[in-house]
Structures are given as structure tokens and as C-alpha cells.
T-cell receptor
Framework: QKEVEQNSGPLSVPEGAIASLNCTYSDRGSQSFFWYRQYSGKSPELIMFIYSNGDKEDGRFTAQLNKASQYVSLLIRDSQPSDSATYLC?????????????FGKGTKLSVIP | DAGVTQSPTHLIKTRGQQVTLRCSPKSGHDTVSWYQQALGQGPQFIFQYYEEEERQRGNFPDRFSGHQFPNYSSELNVNALLLGDSALYLCASNFRGLSYNEQFFGPGTRLTVL
């Protein structure tokens, strides 16, 4: 059973601070990892994906992957109130010719002005 | 560039009824996946369609079935609805030729079963 675990939060950070969101996964076969942002009542929006060990930066967002520890994280620098949302971590499985995503339950982030 | 579209936006049904949800993938995408998201949970994979065939299925009963058309659009059918089927149903599309499976979601269909 593939599992992706996230702290449900809520995680509260002041405006301008760094928000750190963490995720662990059970399936060593997972090759790629995705961070989605989901505002209340809306559908998930892809923020970043990462498939190599190390860091990947895109604007204020940095994704980090450590395959040995089966750990993925997302850092949001200079957090803004508009970043307040639920952040979903997902592992991608390209085994058996398919591309299923396994999601965690999400971490709710609140950025306090 | 048209994104993923889904219809209808909201739907109310009663127990035992059947429902059909529709999805058109993002332009250039050929693969459609369906997910169910219950309140407070992450999306759960239902199944995926590519080349008009179901390629993989999650842990959902046979009451859930689907179809993909030659233009890559897809339908999700749920028979004999249960109260527990109330959820946000999400369609996601991707281009199978990419190695890393970037899936983009549509706005979803909110299904309420009474």
C-alpha cells in the first residue's frame, strides 16, 4: 500500500516568513513528486514537481527531495496571505506503464498579515 | 491554451441513482485520470484512461466505470449511488510522452448524494 504522509496542520506563519511543508512517502518505487496548492472549494493547482535528489527552485518556492530518507519538502519564502491554502504532496508512479498519483491528506497553511 | 474542463459543476442525486460526469483534457494531452476527493482528504485515484482503454484502477468498486473518446475526452459513470459517494470528483490530464507525469486538474464536479 503506497502512502504519502503529511502533517495536517494548520501551519501558521507570519507574513514575510518562510513556510516549511513536509511530506514522507512509503513507496521507494515513486520516481517523481508533486506539490499542489488547493484553495478552499477549488481544485488542486500544480506548483512544482521534483524527481532528482536535492533542491529545485522556482521563484519563491523551493522543493527538496531526499530519496534515501523518503522525504519531500516545500519551502515558501516571503510568505504572503495569498499563499494561505492547503498544500498537497503527491508521489508519481510510472511503474507498469501507468502514471498514478498518490496524494497525502494535505497541510493547511495560514499566513498571518 | 484551454485548460481541463469538467461538467457539470455541481450535481445533486439521491441514493440508488446513476450519474455521468464529463471531462475534456488540456489541449495537447492524451491521458485522463479521475480522482475522488472527500472533505478534508487528499484526492484518491479512481482510474486512468489512455488510447480509449482503462490503464490502471485504484481501489474503487465496479460501480465506478469510465470511458474515453477518440478526441481524448472522458466520462466517469457511477451506478447505485451511496451517501458515501458524495465528494468532489476531479479530472486530471497529462501527455503520456512526458516522463514525469505532470497532471493538471480541472475545476471538479461537486456531487452530493441525498
Amino acid at each position: 500500500q503506497k502512502e504519502v504522509e503529511q502533517n495536517s496542520g494548520p501551519l501558521s506563519v507570519p507574513e514575510g516568513a518562510i513556510a516549511s511543508l513536509n511530506c514522507t512517502y512509503s513507496d521507494r518505487g515513486s520516481q517523481s513528486f508533486f506539490w499542489y496548492r488547493q484553495y478552499s472549494g477549488k481544485s488542486p493547482e500544480l506548483i512544482m514537481f521534483i524527481y532528482s535528489n536535492g533542491d529545485k527552485e522556482d521563484g519563491r518556492f523551493t522543493a527538496q527531495l531526499n530519496k534515501a530518507s523518503q522525504y519531500v519538502s516545500l519551502l515558501i519564502r516571503d510568505s504572503q496571505p495569498s499563499d494561505s491554502a492547503t498544500y498537497l504532496c503527491a508521489g508519481g508512479d510510472s511503474g507498469a506503464g501507468s502514471y498514478q498519483l498518490t496524494f497525502g491528506k494535505g497541510t493547511k497553511l495560514s499566513v498571518i498579515p | 491554451d484551454a485548460g481541463v474542463t469538467q461538467s457539470p459543476t455541481h450535481l445533486i442525486k439521491t441514493r440508488g441513482q446513476q450519474v455521468t460526469l464529463r471531462c475534456s483534457p488540456k489541449s495537447g494531452h492524451d491521458t485522463v485520470s479521475w480522482y475522488q476527493q472527500a472533505l478534508g482528504q487528499g484526492p484518491q485515484f479512481i482510474f486512468q484512461y489512455y488510447e480509449e482503454e482503462e490503464r490502471q484502477r485504484g481501489n474503487f468498486p465496479d460501480r465506478f466505470s469510465g470511458h474515453q473518446f477518440p478526441n481524448y475526452s472522458s466520462e466517469l459513470n457511477v451506478n447505485a449511488l451511496l451517501l458515501g459517494d458524495s465528494a468532489l470528483y476531479l479530472c486530471a490530464s497529462n501527455f503520456r510522452g512526458l516522463s514525469y507525469n505532470e497532471q493538471f486538474f480541472g475545476p471538479g464536479t461537486r456531487l452530493t448524494v441525498l
